[in-house]
């Protein structure tokens, strides 16, 4: 959709407040500490878009966490020349902490936030708050993973988000492609159910909404960016990384143990009980999937044994686990997605092949990992030995597989599919 389209669809809100209660229509949240260079000539520019783009009333918030240069000056200079600019100060460093704070005390009726280095192009705000202001979604992420996302960034960082995002599928069942890109934005009533629920005051805190926001049936909107990553970005990516890991294992383990409770905003179905037109409700199909898949694993891992033992003495233990794998991989993501998610036509088949074969590359690097491992403790085991260690390792793959196939692979299920292919 062009942004004159949306202009047009969205110019009846600009003088119409989504809450007789509200001053405001939009609170941007910018995140800050130590960022000084760049704080001025951001806060101008985001200034002027909005005053000239968005047709309904918006604020610019600098939160200022824990700075020690001159970035709370600054911050407190621009409040005062810039109608419309305000600035918070916040003493403990941490964005997920700064943005909990000021999203709480906001007015606003719909809450949004953006790096101060800008990395995303503006063009992209108008198409994240319209869902959210004309009532469509209750949250929007800007992605850069998904088609039609223009990217210029490192391999190193391209890398690291999408198998960030890969392991959130896997352990969380995350449905939203990006949770690290840095433009997002929710509706203040979903906002203030949610905010008290989410523990992060680092990086991990919007992944961390983001996941109670799904698993409370909110609808998400997602928006491709244009993205030009900053050169001189001050995120720690090996301290961010194990900080994120441990927030995914803190966040997965209250969801299973129920310790963290997520209320029904969005589908007031509860898990287990039939939805619309009879369906099975989530818990339902989670058992009858489960069985299903259980059943293809068995039968796929007899048949993966039996070609690994028939290849074995023509391409050597990793030639044979590979091409076993390989043939296996295709033929049980073929059983699945007819058998186990219900999923019958051609659409999508060739994109469901795809990620299955990223879920093989995930089974073959643990597969191939047993072997190395076996290997260099035994130059030489016992067949017995070898095959243990791989029906191990191969049933440990299956496990992340099924998070893999139920929350990425083939999302949406037989119902969406069935439904598009008509």
Not at 80 to 102: I, T, W, Y
Not at 325 to 344: D, E, H, P
Request: glycine share 12%; aromatic share 6%.
């Amino acid at each position: 959709m062009t942004s004159d389209s949306l202009l047009r669809e969205t110019a009846a809100l600009g003088g119409r407040r989504p809450s007789a209660t509200c001053a405001t229509a939009i609170d941007i949240v910018i995140p800050v500490r130590n960022e000084e260079r760049d704080l001025g000539p951001s806060v101008r520019r985001l200034h002027a878009f909005v005053r000239a783009e968005l047709p309904f009333s918006a604020r610019v918030t600098i939160a200022d966490n824990g700075s020690d240069d001159g970035t709370w000056s600054l911050a407190l200079a621009l409040e005062a020349e810039l109608d419309g600019v305000r600035a918070v100060r916040l003493e403990r460093p941490g964005r997920g902490g700064a943005l909990r704070s000021v999203w709480s005390g906001s007015d606003a009726a719909v809450f949004a936030y953006m790096d101060v280095d800008l990395s995303t192009g503006l063009n992209a705000l108008l198409p994240l708050l319209a869902p959210l202001l004309s009532g469509h979604s209750d949250v929007a992420i800007g992605t850069r993973l998904a088609r039609g996302a223009r990217v210029i960034r490192g391999p190193r960082r391209e890398v690291i988000s999408r198998c960030y995002n890969v392991l959130l599928h896997a352990s969380l069942g995350a449905g939203f492609s990006d949770a690290q890109c840095g433009f997002k934005a929710i509706r203040a009533d979903a906002a203030r159910v949610l905010l008290p629920l989410c523990r992060d005051a680092g990086w991990f805190f919007d992944t961390e909404l983001l996941v109670l926001a799904e698993r409370a049936g909110l609808r998400i909107a997602e928006v491709p960016v244009d993205w030009i990553d900053d050169s001189d970005s001050r995120v720690k990516l090996v301290a961010t990384a194990l900080a994120d890991l441990r927030g995914i294992v803190r966040l997965g383990t209250g969801l299973a143990r129920g310790t963290i409770a997520v209320p029904a905003l969005g589908d007031p179905a509860p898990p287990g009980v039939s939805g619309p037109a009879g369906r099975p409700g989530p818990r339902g199909r989670l058992v009858g999937q489960l069985a299903r898949f259980m059943v293809v694993g068995a039968a796929s891992t007899v048949a993966y044994v039996a070609l690994f033992l028939l290849l074995r003495g023509g391409l050597g233990g990793q030639g044979a686990n590979a091409v076993s794998l390989l043939v296996t991989a295709v033929a049980s993501t073929a059983v699945n997605r007819r058998v186990t998610f219900g999923i019958r036509g051609r659409a999508r088949a060739g994109r469901h092949q795809v990620r299955g074969l990223i879920a093989f590359g995930i089974g073959l690097a643990m597969t191939s990992g047993a072997l190395a491992v076996l290997h260099h403790a035994d130059p030489r085991p016992a067949q017995a030995t070898e095959v243990s260690a791989l029906i191990a390792a191969n049933l440990l793959a299956t496990i992340v597989r099924f998070g893999l196939y139920r929350s990425w692979v083939f999302r949406g299920g037989s119902h969406h599919l069935n439904r598009k292919s008509r």
